[in-house]
């Protein structure tokens, strides 16, 4: 759809959190059947390797929690959004739980106003059975151990998958480590640029320019451990978005006036909706 509404041969995908190791398991299955519409990728606070750090979240991630949480799932259907957001909250409970109870609940003070109080709170639920295969991957760890899952019968191997990839990670990340995201960005066969930025989850994918305090790495090539890149890696003041942009761009073609956004769309008598103009940077 993308590609017909753009004019595209190829695009540029992005990833964020989940939805990046679903996008790689895709690019995989595409690399398999000679498919290359995938000009480059993007990761966002993407870990892919579940075993590079121990964390309070796969500390308890177990085969009998995910039997568990799959049968209670099965039930509804569903995963709620706010049960998940309240599984993220006591990963770190001193922060995102018993400091709002004391300032709100004892002393009676209002919720300071917080842009990423409002991001966190925008949840949406997600299938259970998805949700039930997101945790069995935890278990086997499929995207650095090649073969381990098969994703519309094609094995899954970031090997396979040769285009660019941008991936980026935050230093103080307790749901993606940045060191899952970079085991998992040295698994894939194309030429891989690694940024690490100084701040959480959130605050990584959320890091508009003017920002003071914000900062990030970049390094020429990844190396074999983490440790031996991050000693080799530049420091840069301000967001990896302006970095990103101009990364992206270079992998994209001339800014081109598209006719249309959305689908095709007619009316009951078969008149076509009208649809207003955008601009957009096509992929080469």
């Given at each position: ?283 080469r």
């Amino acid at each position: 759809m993308v590609r017909s509404i753009s004019r595209s041969e190829d695009i540029n995908l992005t990833g964020i959190c989940v939805g990046g190791l679903t996008t790689a398991a895709l690019l995989s299955h595409l690399s398999e059947k000679g498919d290359t519409r995938a000009n480059s990728l993007t990761l966002v606070v993407s870990s892919l390797d579940w075993e590079a750090e121990q964390t309070n979240l796969t500390m308890f991630i177990s085969p009998q929690m995910v039997d568990m949480v799959k049968r209670k799932n099965t039930s509804t259907g569903v995963f709620e959004g706010k049960e998940m957001g309240r599984v993220f909250a006591w990963l770190r409970p001193n922060d995102l739980v018993w400091s709002y109870w004391v300032n709100n609940y004892l002393l009676g003070n209002p919720p300071p106003a917080f842009d990423i109080l409002y991001w966190n709170n925008d949840n949406t639920r997600l299938p259970a059975k998805f949700h039930g295969q997101i945790l069995e991957s935890a278990l086997s760890n499929p995207f650095v151990n090649p073969g381990r899952m098969t994703v519309l019968g094609s094995p899954v191997d970031l090997g396979a998958v040769k285009c660019d990839v941008y991936s980026v990670s935050g230093t103080t990340d307790h749901i993606a480590p940045w060191k899952g995201c970079y085991h998992g960005a040295q698994g894939f066969g194309g030429d891989v640029e690694f940024v690490l930025c100084g701040s959480g989850h959130i605050q990584s994918i959320i890091n508009p320019p003017g920002n003071p305090k914000a900062k990030y790495f970049t390094g020429d090539k990844l190396l074999e451990t983490l440790e031996t890149w991050l000693e080799s890696a530049k420091e840069h003041s301000g967001t990896w978005w302006d970095h990103w942009a101009q990364w992206l761009q270079s992998r994209s073609g001339e800014q081109k006036a598209t006719p249309s956004v959305g689908v095709e769309r007619t009316d009951a008598r078969g008149r076509s909706t009208p649809r207003p103009a955008m601009w957009c940077r096509l992929a080469r």
